[in-house]
């Protein structure tokens, strides 16, 4: 069906561990999340999304532990809460050889590793999947990871994403300007594979950086992966209108995603991107089946497996303050995080008591929960993206596979029908079925600026 309308965007929204947004459902006995140190796990999730037509699989990732709350990662290791975590971005591969269009979102911190090597990782995986990588650019907020990577501590908040552009700007160097478009020439007869004329070294003496050498990788279709950005405080919106395509935002109703998707369209508008730079996802949680009763007996069926206790600590991590600490009722002091700004900010602009977050966790988590039939939940998301002003969704896992499959089979064919679904998929990589501008980074973009013969 061709239609003009707006169509709305789907990731499922994963992470290579057991506990991952919704605590204490991989206690339900249909869940099979405990499965996902095995590939057959994550090739029949690959096949199932792409099956709904899935934009992508976003995958969170952590560098670190849980143990803000109540001062120890007891509970983090007993509800499995993002511990044990493998790493996300070798599924890749094996998803990718099962799949031809199912984009892949992959969550990395970018103060864990020097950029020359991770310039090359992601090269890689842009080279395997043909274009179709996406890399999630995170700064940290856990004091456990900084101290087990070898520092102190976590560095000064905005101090993280300071350290974060120069990291780019060495990225950028790498993917687009140390090799020209024509470098590789592959001619055997006249034995050259690759012209050094057309190769380069990058010069990068930064603040924090320095890198001196040539890209190890080819260029590869999209050469920068489509960049994903989660994290909306003030330096961090600032951080997402320089770099980010795509925005991964946590909102509590469709006028608070609208007032954060505004806020950062005109961020990005402000650098000279032009209006229609970004994709803005909110995440959600989608509990649906054949018939309205069957949502709401399923809904109360996850209810009872879920633990709103694990989604608390989860939550004192992200915002670096220990609920364990509080009675039920008492008011919460919310100072000036370290951690996660943005997330202090919900929970302070509400006056959220440790009772209200656990209200908030019931399914384990605080991600808004929309139950209800497939034409019940499609009318509530269209109403997001209109009033939201958003994109699309990273939805969350509760039950796995199944609540994939539900969405799949009970919304997707109601959102086709109203014309705000894809029936097929698009084009090339990533970026260009998410933008329809093309597989490389727009003109706009500050990594462009780096292109080949311009970078220095
Ligand atoms: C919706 C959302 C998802 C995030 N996912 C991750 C993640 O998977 N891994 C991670 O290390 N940080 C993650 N973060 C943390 C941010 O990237 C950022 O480092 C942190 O929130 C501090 O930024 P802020 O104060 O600007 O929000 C996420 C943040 C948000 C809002």
Redesign the pocket.
């Known amino acids: 069906m061709t239609t003009d309308k707006k169509q709305i965007l789907f990731n499922a929204f994963g992470?290579n561990c057991v506990g991952h947004i919704n605590h204490g459902l991989w206690t339900h006995p249909r869940d099979q999340s405990h499965l996902y140190t095995t590939l057959p796990y994550w090739t029949s999730l690959a096949r199932t999304l792409e099956r709904g037509l899935f934009d992508g699989l976003f995958l969170?990732?952590?560098?670190g532990v849980y143990d803000v709350y109540g001062g120890s990662a007891d509970l983090t290791l007993r509800e499995a809460i993002q511990l044990p975590v493998n790493d996300p971005a070798m599924l890749i591969s094996a998803m990718a050889a099962v799949t031809e269009n199912l984009g892949f979102g992959v969550?990395a911190?970018q103060s864990a590793e020097a950029p020359y090597l991770f310039a090359r990782r992601f090269s890689t995986l842009d080279h395997l999947t043909q274009g179709r990588i996406g890399w999630?650019i995170?700064?940290?907020?856990?004091d456990s990871a900084a101290r087990a990577l070898g520092d102190t501590g976590l560095s000064e908040?905005d101090s993280?994403y300071d350290r974060a552009d120069d990291y780019m700007e060495v990225l950028y160097k790498l993917w687009e300007g140390s090799w020209a478009d024509n470098a590789v020439r592959r001619d055997k007869a006249a034995r050259i594979y690759a012209d050094p004329a057309r190769v380069r070294p990058i010069a990068h003496d930064g603040p924090y950086y320095r890198s001196h050498g040539i890209h190890l990788a080819e260029p590869s279709r999209q050469r920068t992966p489509l960049l994903y950005?989660?994290?909306?405080?003030g330096?961090?919106r600032a951080f997402a209108a320089r770099h980010g395509e795509c925005i991964?935002?946590?909102a509590t109703s469709p006028p608070a995603a609208r007032k954060t998707a505004r806020q950062l369209r005109q961020e990005a508008a402000d650098a000279g991107r032009g209006a229609d730079a970004l994709r803005i996802f909110v995440?959600i949680t989608i509990v649906t089946g054949e018939t309205d009763a069957i949502a709401r007996e399923k809904h109360a069926d996850y209810l009872a497996h879920a633990n709103p206790e694990a989604g608390l600590a989860h939550f004192s991590a992200?915002t670096g303050i220990d609920f364990a600490q509080y009675d039920l009722d008492a008011p919460i002091t919310y100072g000036v995080?370290n951690?996660?700004?943005?997330?202090v900010e919900v929970a302070r602009a509400a006056g959220w008591t440790r009772r209200r977050i656990l209200e908030e966790a019931a399914l384990g988590g605080r991600y808004p929960v929309l139950v209800g039939t497939g034409a019940e939940v499609a009318t509530a998301l269209g109403q997001w993206v209109e009033e939201g002003e958003i994109d699309g969704f990273n939805i969350t896992r509760t039950v796995v596979p199944e609540s994939y499959e539900d969405v799949i089979d009970h919304i997707v064919p109601v959102l086709q029908e109203r014309g705000l679904y894809k029936t097929a998929y698009g084009e090339g990589s990533f970026r260009n079925r998410l933008f329809g501008r093309g597989d490389r980074l727009p003109d706009t973009h500050v990594g462009a600026s780096h292109r080949w013969p311009s970078a220095t």
Not at 60 to 63: G, P, V
Not at 229 to 233: K, L, V
Request: net charge positive.
């Open positions: 992470m969170a990732d952590i560098i969550t911190n999630n995170v700064t940290g907020y856990l908040h993280r950005q989660a994290g909306t405080s330096r961090g991964f935002i946590t995440g992200s995080s951690a996660s700004q943005s997330a």
